[in-house]
């Protein structure tokens, strides 16, 4: 199979040029659109904890007019990905501290910094747009604010797709009978409505499924 090789788009003209870099994936440019961040080596299918083999991602720095990358996260041999740049820094995510949080640093990889202290399960799928950061950490979306350094979970709630398992409660369940039969001695009586059958007394009593 070929390798995955990233592509710049232009949304204004839809021109695409091919970035001459091997193994890259997840690109992020600086404002000015001439040094890219990105993930050399692309996901290789596998979710090991503390992974530091031979396909493990990291983090690299490819400048406009430059012949070669350069490895940005070099001191550490675990995972360093997903790169986003804002103001400055680059945002991203490693599992330095044992489990995948976000992390920034600068352009050049000094002054680094742990935003995020989950100790349970890992950030997932971090996207950027006007300094907040939005990431998957378990079974929850979380936002974290750049410049607040707050990280709060979005409270997301979705109805079930399966309507005929909810509750529902019948105002006028003689509307959905669909048969009745009366016992022999005529003090009881069979229904069936809505798949269920039920045995009602014709006085008084408790009724039956």
């Known amino acids: 199979l070929p390798n ?3 592509v710049r788009l232009d949304p204004k003209t839809s021109g695409q040029e091919l970035l001459p870099l091997a193994q890259a994936s997840e ?3 600086d404002d000015a659109g001439k040094t890219l961040f990105f993930t050399r080596l692309a996901f290789q299918g596998s979710s090991t904890k503390r992974y ?3 396909t493990v991602q990291n983090l690299w720095r490819f400048a406009s007019g ?3 990358a350069l490895p940005l996260a070099a001191d550490f041999k675990g995972t360093s990905k997903n790169a986003m740049w804002w103001n400055g820094r680059v945002y991203f995510l490693s599992d330095r501290d044992g489990v995948m949080n976000l992390w920034s640093m600068t352009s050049d990889g000094s002054d680094l910094m ?6 349970e399960y890992d ?3 971090a996207s950027l747009q006007a300094g907040r950061i939005v990431y998957q950490q378990g079974a929850d979306l979380r936002l974290y604010d750049i410049a607040t350094g707050a990280d709060k979970r979005i409270p997301i709630t979705l109805m079930t797709d399966f309507d005929q398992t909810r509750e529902k409660w019948i105002s006028k369940p003689l509307d959905y009978l669909t048969a009745a039969h009366l016992s022999p001695n005529g003090d009881r009586v069979v229904l ?3 798949g269920q059958v039920f045995v009602a007394p014709v006085e008084q009593g408790r009724l039956a499924e």
């Not at 742990?114 to 100790?119: P, V």
């Open 4 to 6: 995955e090789q990233l």
């Open 123 to 125: 950030v997932k799928s």
């Open 66 to 68: 430059e012949t070669e």
């Open 114 to 119: 742990q935003l995020t202290q989950h100790k």
């Open 52 to 54: 530091q083999g031979g």
């Open 192 to 194: 069936t409505a809505r």
């Open 27 to 29: 690109g992020a440019y």
